[in-house]
């Protein structure tokens, strides 16, 4: 039942932010309620349970039956699996919140080519809290302000996710993690048409989770 439990809550936590990804930064996240984007018709409360709701519809609004995106119901089912493995000592809390926060980072560099700083502000500030500063998160952040002036190939948002990542993983991982990311950026950027930016907070996301999953399996 604890599980269930913890499951639901991760599902919660996810279709929270899916609504921040879709609404932030130009409009609140408070008000209006949630409703179609194509109808406009609030949802009712049956409509806003994470998962059954899209099932049950089908993947689509319950009223104009306009489709919704499916990364909406995979986003609720990951997040939940996520807090299922916390609640069983599988990912620390630092590495739940790394990973989710890096998600949203990661769909916004995706969907509109942003880096939305003060969410990531907020990510940084819980993690560090969590678990401390280091000389290589410090590093880091010199390498996001140097980026933010200087054309050096990478973008200071992409240091400033490297900088959260370090503080839970050790300078070795991270190194190993970059590698990876830059690899699926060259693969990326080489199924391109065109060859022009590529966004790279999804490799980095991804490097990441991948080096938990390994982690968690294989310890």
């Known amino acids: 039942m604890i599980n269930f439990y ?17 609404r932030f930064p130009n409009q609140s996240i408070l008000v209006p309620r949630s409703h179609c984007d194509h109808c406009q018709h609030v949802l009712g409360i049956w409509d806003l349970i994470p998962i059954i709701s899209q099932l049950i519809h089908r993947f689509r609004c319950r009223y104009c039956h306009q489709t919704y995106p499916v990364w909406y119901c995979i986003f609720e089912v990951w997040s939940g699996l996520l807090f299922l493995a916390c609640a069983n000592s599988h990912l620390s809390l630092s590495q739940l919140l790394t990973l989710l926060g890096a998600a949203v980072l990661a769909i ?7 880096y939305p700083l003060f969410i990531w502000c907020c990510l940084h500030s819980l993690v ?3 678990s401390g500063g280091n000389l290589l998160m410090l590093v880091f952040l010199l390498l996001a302000i140097g980026a ?3 054309f050096i190939g990478i973008g200071a948002g992409d240091f400033l996710l490297l900088a959260t990542f ?46 938990l999953l390994y982690t968690m ?3």
Do not use: N, W
């Open 128 to 130: 560090l809290f969590l």
């Open 148 to 150: 933010h002036f200087f």
């Open 108 to 114: 916004y560099d995706l969907r509109f080519m942003e």
């Open 6 to 22: 913890f499951f639901t809550i991760g599902t919660c936590i996810a279709s929270f932010l899916g609504l921040v990804v879709d």
């Open 217 to 219: 399996f294989c310890r």
């Open 166 to 211: 370090s503080l839970t993983f050790s300078p070795s991982k991270i190194l190993f993690l970059i590698q990876i990311a830059s690899i699926l950026g060259i693969l990326v950027f080489a199924l391109k048409k065109e060859r022009d930016r590529i966004p790279f907070v999804p490799c980095l996301f991804l490097s990441y989770h991948a080096l």
